[in-house]
């Protein structure tokens, strides 16, 4: 299972974890308030989770109850 990112990255889009990602899978948008972690290209390597300056992203196994909707919403970003 891949990482998630969650509400503490909104408004934030520090892209730490994007420089620090082997296989280039956190993406966002202009329009899009946050990033998003691809869970199809994401090899776990967890170089992403400690760089987060918010402490937004989770190993998806861990994500934290009020975030689990962020599950989803980082899935449906690369639907």
Known sequence: MAFVITEPCIGVKDASCVDVC???CIK???EA???FIDP???TNCNYCEP???VT???DAFNVPAQ???YILKNKQFFS
């Open 67 to 69: 975030y689990d909707a």
């Open 33 to 35: 308030e946050q990033y």
């Open 22 to 24: 082997p296989v280039n």
């Open 28 to 30: 966002s948008s202009p």
């Open 51 to 53: 760089v987060c300056p």
């Open 40 to 42: 199809g290209t994401c």
């Open 56 to 58: 937004a992203i989770f």
